[in-house]
């Protein structure tokens, strides 16, 4: 995936200003275009006219076989694999604005900053798709303290407007190269975003690769403690998806559900 302008800034809050300098600063992410070939198609809320019959027949494949597959590996290129006998966890390549499953009992799963105003990468994507009606609902999640409304590790719930899910779950994953414990801290953005899925009667939830972007966690990492930790989850949810963007996060989180599970 071709980044244009991926770079961060380390900004200091009001507090460290004054002296009061908290042990991490804030990470601020920049807004920034993504590149990146498209695997499924517009929206359902505003479809556009198909040009082709193939254009037609991938859309119509997409939205629906996103989220129902059968076990193993679909045509979309979904693989399943039990957690429970009631919960499957789902990996496919993608973008993760297309994923939806019924548009009541499902969510998608942001990586924000702790500002939540919207950014680059996935961040992005998600506020574009989902319009500003988005950007105006994480306005009005409180501040935990000045430019802070989800802390990194914690999740925040809001809904999702023009995206074709009921919810938008916004997390914050660790910096790999400046979080003290970023594997603690990884683990507990998952259980935070299952835990809020849940008190929210969510079924079906995806997941992009939580810090493996602009955040830099390594993949292989990543994926083990994504996968290890939504198992802990297996008898709440009837599907946990990850959507994965490239073909290295795909083949990674391939390969670490075959050894874990
Ligand atoms: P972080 O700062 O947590 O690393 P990024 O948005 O930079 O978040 O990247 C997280 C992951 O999301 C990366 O693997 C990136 O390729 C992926 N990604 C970017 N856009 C999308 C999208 N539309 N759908 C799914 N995954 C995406």
Request: charged letters at 25%; one cysteine or more.
């Given at each position: 995936m071709a980044m244009v302008g991926r770079s961060f800034s380390l900004c200091c809050l009001p507090s460290q200003a004054a002296g009061a300098c908290p042990a991490k600063p804030t990470i601020l992410r920049p807004s920034f275009s993504a590149v990146a070939p498209l695997q499924?198609?517009?929206?359902?809320?505003?479809p556009r006219a198909p040009s082709s019959f193939s254009f037609s027949f991938s859309f119509f494949r997409c939205v629906r076989g996103m989220a129902r597959s059968d076990n193993g590996v679909s045509r979309d290129g979904q693989k399943s694999f039990p957690l429970s006998s009631t919960c499957l966890l789902k990996l496919q390549r993608g973008d993760?604005?297309?994923w939806s499953v019924d548009g009541t009992s499902d969510a998608i799963v942001n990586a924000a900053n702790e500002r939540m105003l919207g950014g680059g990468g996935?961040?992005?994507a998600i506020h574009r798709a989902a319009g500003p009606e988005l950007r105006e609902a994480c306005w009005n999640v409180p501040e935990v303290r000045p430019g802070v409304r989800c802390p990194t590790g914690e999740a925040r719930i809001t809904g999702a407007y023009r995206l074709p899910v009921s919810r938008v779950i916004h997390t914050v994953g660790p910096v790999y190269d400046i979080d003290e414990h970023p594997e603690a801290s990884l683990r507990?953005?998952?259980r935070n975003c299952l835990r809020i899925a849940k008190e929210n009667h969510i079924q079906y939830i995806a997941f992009p690769a939580i810090s493996c972007g602009v955040f830099r966690y390594p993949l292989s990492e990543a994926s083990y403690v994504a996968v290890s930790t939504v198992k802990e989850f297996a008898d709440d949810f009837?599907?946990?998806?990850?959507?994965?963007?490239?073909?290295d996060a795909y083949s990674a989180w391939l390969e670490k559900a075959n050894e874990v599970l």
């Open positions: 499924c198609h517009p929206p359902t809320h505003r993760i604005t297309k996935v961040d992005g507990s953005v998952y009837k599907e946990i998806h990850f959507v994965l963007f490239s073909d």
